[in-house]
T-cell receptor, first 111, second 112 residues
Framework: TQLLEQSPQFLSIQEGENLTVYCNSS?????LQWYRQEPGEGPVLLVT?????EVKKLKRLTFQFGDARKDSSLHITAAQPGDTGLYLC???????????FGTGTRLAVRP | SQTIHQWPATLVQPVGSPLSLECTVE??????LYWYRQAAGRGLQLLFY??????ISSEVPQNLSASRPQDRQFILSSKKLLLSDSGFYLC???????????FGPGTRLTVT
């Protein structure tokens, strides 16, 4: 069973602070997605990274795929209360039809 | 554009009653379809997925079953609900050969 471990599990920070969420595995993935989920709603896709070492930016969010395509990170600059939610990473193996989801990171940004 | 629907949005059912949750996708054809369950505020557990009509793969032995009677319809069922079936059920779709997977709004099931 492939596992994606996210850290930290919980994060509570003040508005304006920076943070990084990590997503680690011993397995290689052909792609990795990051989702954000708000209470009572389905996860919303934020980004897909495909190439080892790839970096993508979405406004204040920076996503990086590890060189070996086994890990990823999400960095948020100057966090805002609207960033509050559950962040999930998910990896797709090249031979698979299904995503492997991470354990999730719950972020709370206090105004 | 593609949209995915789930209903009902919320459901309260007694133990031992049957269950039927429905998911439909619009604006695409021959998608892979997925059912997940999510415990409170945590990650997603894949229950079933389907790569075509009538083709169902089960990931976790359980009290649930799935069917795909039409290309864009995916149904999650149970003959007799257990308390442990409570949770947030999510349907998702993805085109084979692509990376992006999209989720429906979810169904909150409470078994009492």
């Amino acid at each position: 069973t492939q596992l994606l471990e996210q850290s930290p599990q919980f994060l509570s920070i003040q508005e304006g602070e920076n943070l990084t969420v990590y997503c680690n595995s011993s397995s290689v993935f052909s792609s990795l997605q990051w989702y954000r989920q708000e209470p009572g709603e389905g996860p919303v896709l934020l980004v897909t990274v495909v190439t080892g070492g790839e970096v993508k930016k979405l406004k204040r969010l920076t996503f990086q795929f590890g060189d070996a395509r086994k890990d990823s990170s999400l960095h948020i600059t100057a966090a805002q209360p609207g960033d509050t939610g559950l962040y999930l990473c998910a990896g797709l193996q090249s031979s698979g039809d299904k995503l492997t989801f991470g354990t999730g990171t719950r972020l709370a940004v206090r105004p | 554009s593609q949209t995915i629907h789930q209903w009902p949005a919320t459901l309260v059912q007694p133990v031992g009653s049957p269950l039927s949750l429905e998911c439909t996708v619009e604006g695409t054809s021959n998608p892979n379809l997925y059912w997940y369950r999510q415990a409170a505020g945590r990650g997603l557990q894949l229950l079933f997925y389907s790569v075509g009509i009538g083709q169902i793969s089960s990931e976790v032995p359980q009290n649930l079953s799935a069917s795909r009677p039409q290309d864009r319809q995916f149904i999650l069922s149970s003959k007799k609900l257990l308390l442990s079936d409570s949770g947030f059920y999510l349907c998702a779709w993805r085109h084979r050969g692509t990376y992006e997977q999209y989720f429906g709004p979810g169904t909150r099931l409470t078994v009492t």
